[in-house]
């Protein structure tokens, strides 16, 4: 006889705890369940022995003591805005140390582009140039000196007195500030009523003669007398002395002309005083980059040890990175004790150095039950701010750098040639130099930065060029596109390094100019 069997399909019920319904009463049920899944957030917590997990949060220590509040970030900003600018002494992101820093001014990278010379040429005037002349002359004021060339004879008696006859002169102090606002050259006097002139430099550009006494002639002998001869030579323009007063007076005079430039060119004059701060910042970043970057050297003697050896921030870094190992030696008298026995607990450093010792222990007991903590800090930028930085040549918080080299056999100039730029809103880059589409050129239009040199994201009109193919989907949701993407990390891919090193890749048109003269080499061949 058959039968007849009839399934019963059972809604799961909803909520904290359901799948206890009916084993415990409602309210436990619902209480388990919510700590059921707040307890799941702890890494491995499935698979770890309850027994062990309760010896470890039996040990854990808390902020007990310490004036420390929750927050949804890691560590305190205003603490860090007020550090960053004491440690964070590089020029890459986030005050970062870069080759160039310890390398110096040796390599040009962030100084290429920054061209301080053309904004000079372009903002001088004839007024402003003159005036710099004369203010040079009146700071290097100083009267020159020369001395007296002579022959000796012995006179007629009765007393045969001895008689000295001048035959030259000679510069023993060229002195300076001479020919100051057109100022003649000085002449030379001389005490047995001879007389000298003098040439003086008047080519600004060679700093090592100009307005000083360069030549001397001697112009009348003067009379034969029984007293050695001696000269002087004129005062430089002025006072008969250093006049501050003058100085002044250029200075104010070079002041005013400036303004008067400013006013005329604002937009040049603002990128020359940028450019000339940009210069000064990094030339005091690379000054002090191997004194604060590198590790202490013994100084030698006499050097003054506790100065070198106690060196900013370098001993404050390392001891930072030292305290979670510190805090694992409890044993009296040792780390651990010591410095929370020297640690102020009234101030915020203090609090952090304690706080800081007992999360390092914390850790190691739960990595003890398999429990890997979430609470390291990446000290590296994120992929797509390093994809940025690497194609795009610059993030923000870093410093611009364009190389530049010398072709052995031309003499020409060689930069890098970008294929394009980098968009990180979509992760994206487009190829928009013309030399490798091969099919015109293509703009990207103004964008955030004001420019249209592919450094920032097209916001304007024109045309963002071609996206990089890298072999994925291009419709969302397509199930299209090949599995090996991103094969190329991003300081590999020569699309993205093309803005940072020597063209390594031909263009379109020397790669057809390749192919050509290869084919003609295997024709000489035949």
């Not at 700590?35 to 062990?52: A, C, D, G, L």
């Not at 112009?219 to 323009?237: K, L, W, Y």
Request: proline share 6%; aromatic share 8%.
């Amino acid at each position: 006889m058959a039968g007849f069997f009839q399934n019963t399909i059972q809604n799961f019920p909803v909520g904290f705890g359901s799948y206890l319904d009916g084993i415990l009463p409602p309210d436990i049920a619902t209480a388990a369940g919510a700590f059921s899944v707040s307890m799941q957030q702890i890494n491995n917590i499935s698979s770890i022995p309850i027994e062990k997990f309760a010896q470890v949060v039996t040990n854990l220590e808390t902020v007990s003591g310490l004036a420390v509040n929750g927050s949804s970030v890691p560590v305190d900003t205003t603490l860090v805005s007020g550090s960053l600018p004491l440690i964070a002494l590089g020029s890459g992101p986030y005050g970062t140390y870069t080759m160039s820093d310890f390398f110096g001014c040796m390599t040009g990278l962030p100084y290429i582009g920054i061209d301080i010379r053309g904004l000079i040429q372009a903002l001088e005037t004839p007024a402003l140039y003159n005036i710099y002349k004369q203010l040079y002359l009146a700071v290097t004021w100083e009267r020159a000196t020369v001395s007296v060339q002579y022959t000796t004879y012995t006179g007629p008696g009765p007393s045969f007195d001895t008689y000295y006859h001048v035959t030259g002169l000679t510069i023993t102090d060229p002195g300076g500030g001479y020919g100051r606002e057109g100022a003649s050259a000085p002449t030379i006097t001389i005490s047995n009523g001879g007389s000298g002139t003098t040439t003086i430099g008047t080519t600004d550009t060679d700093i090592t003669n100009f307005g000083r006494v360069t030549a001397v002639a001697l112009s009348s002998a003067g009379t034969d007398g029984t007293s050695v001869p001696t000269a002087t030579v004129d005062f430089p323009p002025g006072t008969g002395s250093f006049s501050n007063t003058i100085v002044q007076g250029y200075i104010d005079d070079a002041n005013a002309e400036i303004l008067a430039i400013q006013a005329a060119k604002p937009l040049l004059a603002e990128q020359m005083n940028t450019n000339w701060n940009a210069t000064g910042t990094q030339l005091t970043i690379e000054q002090r980059a191997i004194d604060t970057g590198l590790a202490v050297p013994v100084p030698p003697e006499p050097a003054d040890v506790l100065t070198d050896l106690a060196q900013y921030p370098t001993t404050q870094i390392a001891f930072t990175d030292a305290i979670p190992q510190f805090a694992l030696n409890t044993d009296p008298h040792m780390q651990a004790q010591s410095l929370e026995a020297i640690a102020n607990v009234c101030t915020t450093g203090g609090q952090s150095i304690v706080g800081m010792m007992r999360e390092a222990r914390n850790q190691t007991r739960l990595t003890e039950a398999g429990i890997s903590p979430d609470n390291n800090i990446s000290d590296t930028i994120t992929p797509v701010e390093s994809t940025t930085l690497i194609a795009n040549g610059t993030i923000a918080n870093s410093s611009p750098a364009t190389l530049s080299q010398v072709n052995c056999e031309t003499g020409n100039e060689i930069t890098p040639n970008p294929y394009g730029f980098y968009d990180p809103n979509n992760n994206n880059y487009y190829v928009t130099n013309p030399a490798f589409t091969g099919i015109g050129s293509s703009s990207l239009g103004n964008g955030a930065d004001g420019n249209t040199s592919g450094t920032g994201v097209g916001t304007g009109t024109g045309t963002l060029g071609d996206s990089l193919d890298t072999g994925s989907a291009s419709a969302f949701g397509s199930f299209a596109g090949s599995p090996y993407t991103n094969v190329i990390p991003s300081n590999l891919n020569v699309f993205y390094t093309s803005k940072n090193l020597l063209p390594s890749t031909y263009t379109v048109s020397d790669a057809i100019d390749e192919v050509i003269r290869c084919n003609c080499d295997c024709w000489d061949l035949i």
